[in-house]
């Protein structure tokens, strides 16, 4: 599923947040701070620059929850938050490796390639980054 660019601004200028039961308490999480979401086991951990948080859910009910506030799926177990992705580079697997700020990669499996289309609002160039 291609998230729109005006969805992304949309998520960046909003302040959407999740609520995180952690040791007794209720943490507000701001969607912005969170550079991506990874399945662990029955959980997810929303990850952020410095710490991150789990939440027992699965990595699709999530990937359905955040598809419209600038998270894209880029495997079967990370979504991605758009506005951290700083470059795409092609594997010679056909895999792509997606590098966020902070210099974290991710590898992007060729099934969920067709979601990286989604990042720019405009690609410069003849488009050949994503064959097919």
């Known amino acids: 599923?291609?998230?729109?660019?005006?969805?992304?601004?949309?998520?960046?200028?909003?302040?959407?947040?999740?609520?995180?039961?952690?040791?007794?308490?209720?943490?507000?999480?701001?969607?912005g701070d969170v550079v991506s979401v990874r399945a662990e086991g029955n959980y997810v951990s929303f990850q952020r620059i410095s710490s991150s948080y789990l939440l027992r859910e699965s990595i699709s009910a999530v990937a359905r929850m955040l598809e419209t506030h600038g998270f894209i799926r880029i495997h079967r177990s990370v979504l991605v938050n758009t506005s951290f992705?700083?470059?795409?580079?092609?594997?010679?697997?056909?895999?792509?490796?997606?590098?966020?700020?902070?210099?974290?990669?991710?590898?992007?499996?060729?099934?969920?390639?067709?979601?990286?289309?989604?990042?720019?609002?405009?690609?410069?160039?003849?488009?050949a980054l994503f064959p097919g």
């Open 85 to 127: 992705v700083e470059e795409i580079r092609p594997l010679s697997s056909g895999e792509y490796c997606l590098r966020v700020e902070g210099g974290k990669e991710y590898r992007v499996t060729r099934t969920y390639k067709q979601h990286l289309k989604s990042l720019a609002q405009f690609w410069i160039g003849t488009g």
């Open 1 to 31: 599923m291609e998230t729109s660019p005006w969805l992304q601004a949309l998520a960046k200028s909003q302040s959407l947040r999740v609520a995180i039961k952690v040791r007794g308490k209720i943490l507000f999480i701001n969607l």
